[in-house]
């Protein structure tokens, strides 16, 4: 029987032992090691973690590849060819490993000598200021190296729609679950409200630790599949959530992130942003749930996670910030 986690730092390290879609990786095991990129013959390996696609290394000519596989997911809002071009993007501007290979569907990822992180590795301080300074970088720069017209992840459209499906497949949501959509809905559009002027960036939009990689000198970005023009603040956002950032922390992320000192207007609409990021976690785990994704790995542990993290989250917010403008 599988212990039940009782920290969030130990849903991780679950997170990071999923193995995904193990049932569905032949083909894709075979694919990958009759890709044309080869000098010679592959022995691709399923790698665990994640949450999401067909993970696999693969050595040739003493480099080591991750190699990506996995569909669009429409339900989710996920476009394998925008993945590809946030990936793109993000390795042109310095902050993600570079795409060697692609194909509709795949992509060959150097692979990063390192590890994923955990929350208590983020609230290192050297590390957390490490990562708000490669979001500064990512902000600023990773646009000017897209190459198309670009695409959109508005959080707050996100979450309607997920809601709305969850709606329509109520009866495979547990009854828990099931109760909270109307808050959910309601506490979105308040935040949208709450969060004010937005500035529009290109960002990840789905930073939680497992994709930072640290290679002992430098910290990485990886798996974009959200990747897409987003506010700023929300960006800034998702990674506190899933950290769950200290009061003393705040200051020092904004501050060198936007190099100028925190206001109480920014750091009202920061605090927003944190609870769109747990509403967002929350009801992607929700619909993980009802669409039955093939991975071994029970959404029942990070959909309770999430859903209690919003609920006092959220409820910490109003007490402090009172109703949202």
């Known amino acids: ?48 973690g994640g949450l999401s696609n067909i993970n696999l290394t693969a050595d040739d000519a003493g480099q080591r590849y991750v190699i990506r596989v996995g569909e669009d997911e429409p339900f989710f809002g996920v476009s394998r060819e925008h993945e590809l071009q946030a990936f793109r993007a993000a390795h042109a501007a310095g902050v993600s490993p570079e795409v060697v290979y692609a194909e509709p569907g795949l992509m060959v990822i150097r692979f990063i000598e390192g590890r994923s992180l955990l929350p208590a590795d983020v609230h290192e301080p050297e590390r957390l ?10 902000h600023r720069e990773a646009h000017k190296h897209l190459d198309s017209t670009g695409f ?7 979450h309607r729609s997920y809601i709305r499906l969850l709606q329509e497949r109520s ?16 506490a979105n559009e308040a935040l949208e409200r709450a969060m004010g002027p937005a500035t529009i960036v290109f960002g990840h939009n789905d930073l939680n630790p497992q994709n930072i990689m ?27 959530m899933n950290i769950e950032i200290g009061p003393d922390e705040i200051d020092p992320y904004l501050e060198i992130y936007f190099e100028t000192p925190a206001t109480d207007e920014l750091r009202h609409r920061f605090a927003a942003a944190t609870v769109v990021a747990a509403i967002r976690e929350t009801t992607w785990s929700f619909v993980s749930e009802v669409m039955d994704k093939p991975i071994d790995f029970d959404f029942r542990v990070y959909s309770t996670m999430n859903a209690e993290r919003y609920e006092r989250m959220y409820a910490e917010y109003r007490g402090t910030y009172g109703a949202s403008r």
């Not at 390290?13 to 090691?33: N, Q, T, V």
């Not at 200021?129 to 990512?138: C, T």
């Not at 109760?179 to 309601?186: E, T, W």
């Open 129 to 138: 200021a490490k990562v708000a300074r490669l979001f500064r970088r990512l």
């Open 1 to 48: 029987m599988t212990k039940t986690p009782t920290s969030d730092d130990e849903v991780y390290d679950l997170i990071g032992g999923a193995r995904g879609m193990e049932a569905r990786s032949g083909a894709a095991i075979e694919r990958a090691r009759a890709l044309p990129i080869w000098s010679g013959a592959v022995e691709p390996a399923l790698l665990s």
């Open 214 to 240: 640290d290679d002992g000198e430098r910290v990485w970005f990886v798996d974009w599949e959200f990747g897409g023009f987003t506010v700023d603040l929300f960006d800034l956002g998702v990674l506190a």
């Open 171 to 186: 009866d495979r949501l547990y009854e828990r679950w099931r109760a909270m959509l109307p808050g959910l809905a309601a």
């Open 152 to 158: 959109m992840f508005w959080p707050f459209q996100h």
